[in-house]
């Protein structure tokens, strides 16, 4: 998951994935389970619902006009100004030239109320329509005072659609480009090859027209200047943390990530101080060692800090708190050991089969669950264990010649006796939930294959309620096989998102159960200023006959309660899904609406909705308990978008009735150097960039994000 502080205030286009179910949906809300120990990564995953959720609007409405979102391919060009180009001065700066004739044969400067995609002055050659005249037109001036150096021009035009012929050439600096419109009312931008512009600072501009019974109107001459890239500039170099189980060898690493001002980062080779590195000792758990280095760039040194702990075995034990419920923490001190970079396709094939052990160990002895795995490395995740590789010649530019691999990783955990389900006691649903694994995944738990998943791009989850040992130690196995390449862009190789062990009460919501609407939005807050907030939450029971009911409450940014209501009591029987829900006339109505735009709009404002699910037990004299917790960050806001995007007056994308223009990038799920693993610190530090560039639009490319 990408996240952050401002994410709240941008465009994205997402889809999510049900780990219980297995649907994906273009979601609009962010869904959160409540539990102890997800403090850090609930703060991560509220990026997705922070950003501006647009996700039905790009994949539907903006499907059908076209795209939105444009990641041009001259951002190394600056516009330079050409005096007039817009001809908003009249006749100034040009020089015009052809025969006027009344409105029959013309040349013009004129401004059109009916050219609703463009009000401004415009240039405009015309021979009269459904004539055999041919009148030729030219408009053209010299710049002067321009950087040496390589530029184009570019030019906007419409019309062309009556029955004659014309033919119109923009020429600048000695290039030329074709302008070809054949649609009033449809401007488009034509742009010319590079060309040089020399120690004189001087380019010639001219439009030239042939017309035939034809019209064209043109406008919005522009010139743009290369701008060479200026030499980058070190932010810093990202501290490193090892994690050392005690009596194990320890390596420093050899690279450091230097990251830069613009938002790029690269590996660099680090130096580090050899008698700090001398004093490290693993033969003592608890111990924390600091070894300080130094990374050389452009022959200027920058400090590197490196943090190495020394673990107890025993410390690599989750325990699982007795009243843990939700959404717990995975991520820590899995033992990760990689078999080799190079596998080889086991007899069945790749997808049936997965590839052929190799290295020191059989996947048979790694899943035993007395295998001695202290000498593997310690480390948490997200990881990605191509990013940490030599690059070689023998991988694909695709890959950044990084390679893939057959790794393993063991995770030991307890989890209290209390939560065993017994006559007595109803016990706990436990289930583990990858967000992400790259890729073709196996999973086993205390020696036993418990499922596997073969994208590394969707989370999956896996219900071990009855296969986890209570009250003892557990050992969850991860096989990772990644046969390099296997897209075509950088993919990673690891468990590359985060992990979460589910707790749930035997009834409770589903993992991503809630949905949020306000379909009549625009009336509701048109009239009356209010909100009517629509509610489905969907459940499973496996508990005994019982009544249940669900109660939402709406908090506003400062956690202030402005709404509140239930539904009526429902009865569940075990085994059996459920829905409860609060629409139409009964839906949870919010005065006073407060609502969410984007950054460059206004205030990205959000509101808290809490769901909490009440059960009580037919028999039971303890009245209704509250059985589960769902938390959402959710933005009132209508979206439109309408037929054009050229011109506010006419059409484009609307939020709550304001018009903006997407100025948006389209990224892809890894961060550069650091890989495939999603660090919230990276994206965060990403975000900042790109909103300080002014974007305000986000597209995933081209699997699903973290």
């Given at each position: 998951?990408?996240y ?37 990564h ?32 001259d ?34 400067l ?88 020399g ?68 590996l ?18 608890g ?24 673990l ?50 059989t ?12 000498g ?46 017994s ?55 991860v ?149 589960d ?21 006419s ?48 597209r ?7």
């Amino acid at each position: 998951m990408c996240y952050g502080k401002d994410r709240k205030k941008l465009i994205v286009c997402k889809r999510k994935k049900n780990p219980k179910t297995g649907a994906e949906t273009t979601g609009i809300y962010k869904k959160e389970r409540m539990g102890k120990g997800m403090k850090e990564h609930r703060q991560l995953r509220k990026f997705w619902s922070f950003l501006l959720a647009f996700a039905m609007v790009f994949t539907t409405a903006v499907g059908n006009i076209g795209p939105v979102v444009v990641a041009a391919d001259d951002d190394t060009f600056v516009e330079v100004t050409v005096p007039n180009g817009d001809f908003e001065s009249g006749e100034t700066a040009w020089t015009f030239t052809g025969d006027i004739q009344d409105l029959d044969y013309y040349w013009r400067l004129f401004q059109s109320s009916a050219m609703t995609n463009n009000l401004t002055t415009m240039y405009e050659v015309c021979s009269k329509k459904n004539t055999s005249v041919t009148k030729t037109y030219k408009c053209s001036q010299t710049v002067t005072g321009l950087v040496p150096g390589t530029y184009k021009a570019s030019i906007d035009a419409t019309g062309g659609n009556d029955p004659g012929t014309h033919t119109t050439t923009l020429t600048a600096g000695g290039k030329s480009v074709a302008v070809t419109p054949n649609k009033w009312n449809e401007w488009v931008t034509y742009t010319t090859d590079t060309f040089e512009v020399g120690e004189d600072g001087k380019c010639e501009i001219s439009i030239d027209s042939t017309v035939t019974g034809q019209y064209l109107d043109m406008d919005n001459v522009k010139l743009y200047r290369k701008s060479e890239a200026g030499p980058k500039v070190v932010d810093k170099v990202s501290d490193i943390t090892k994690k050392v189980t005690v009596g194990s060898t320890f390596t420093a690493p050899k690279q450091a990530t230097v990251l830069y001002t613009d938002g790029t980062n690269a590996l660099f080779d680090v130096t580090w101080n050899s008698n700090e590195l001398a004093k490290v000792d693993t033969a003592t758990a608890g111990k924390t060692f600091t070894v300080n280095g130094k990374v050389t760039v452009e022959e200027q040194e920058y400090d590197a800090v490196l943090t190495v702990e020394i673990l107890d075995a025993s410390g690599l034990v989750q325990e699982i708190p007795e009243d843990a419920l939700g959404s717990v923490d995975f991520d820590a001190n899995w033992q990760f050991y990689l078999a080799t970079r190079t596998p080889k396709v086991a007899d069945g094939g790749f997808a049936a089969a997965g590839v052929k052990d190799a290295g020191d160990y059989t996947t048979a002895e790694i899943i035993d669950p007395e295998f001695n795995d202290l000498g593997w490395r310690t480390v948490d995740v997200p990881h990605d264990f191509s990013i940490e590789g030599a690059k070689v010649k023998s991988s694909s530019d695709a890959q950044a010649y990084l390679e893939g691999g057959l790794g393993y990783y063991r995770k030991k955990f307890t989890v209290p006796a209390s939560m065993e389900s017994s006559t007595t006691n109803p016990g706990r649903r436990i289930s583990i939930d990858f967000e992400g694994v790259y890729q073709n995944s196996v999973v086993y738990l205390n020696g036993e294959k418990i499922g596997s998943y073969p994208s590394g791009y969707t989370g999956f989850a896996l219900d071990i309620t009855n296969k986890v040992k209570y009250g003892e130690e557990n050992v969850l196995v991860v096989k990772v096989q990644n046969m390099s390449p296997s897209g075509r862009w950088y993919t990673g190789s690891g468990i590359i998102r985060p992990v979460h062990l589910l707790i749930d009460n035997q009834a409770h919501f589903n993992r991503n159960g809630i949905t949020l609407t306000t379909p009549t939005l625009e009336d509701d807050y048109t009239a009356s200023k209010t909100g009517a907030l629509n509610v489905e939450a969907n459940g499973y029971s496996d508990s005994t006959n019982s009544n249940v009911y669900m109660e939402v409450t709406v908090l506003d940014a400062e956690g202030k309660e402005v709404a509140k209501k239930s539904t009526e009591k429902t009865a569940i029987n075990p085994s059996t899904a459920f829905t409860l829900s609060l629409k139409g006339r009964d839906a949870v109505e919010v005065s006073n609406v407060n609502l969410w735009y984007p950054w460059n709009l206004g205030t990205p404002y959000l509101y808290t909705v809490k769901v909490d699910l009440y059960q009580e037990i037919n028999g039971s004299s303890d009245g209704y308990q509250l059985i589960d917790t769902e938390e959402t960050e959710y933005g009132f806001r209508w979206v439109k978008v309408k037929e054009t995007t050229s011109d506010p007056t006419s059409g484009g994308l609307y939020v709550n009735g304001q018009y903006t223009k997407v100025q948006g990038v389209d990224l892809h799920h890894d961060s550069g150097a650091l890989g495939a693993a999603s660090y919230s610190d990276a994206y965060d530090r990403e975000f900042d960039k790109l909103m300080a560039m002014g974007v305000n639009a986000y597209r995933t490319s081209h699997c699903p994000p973290s």
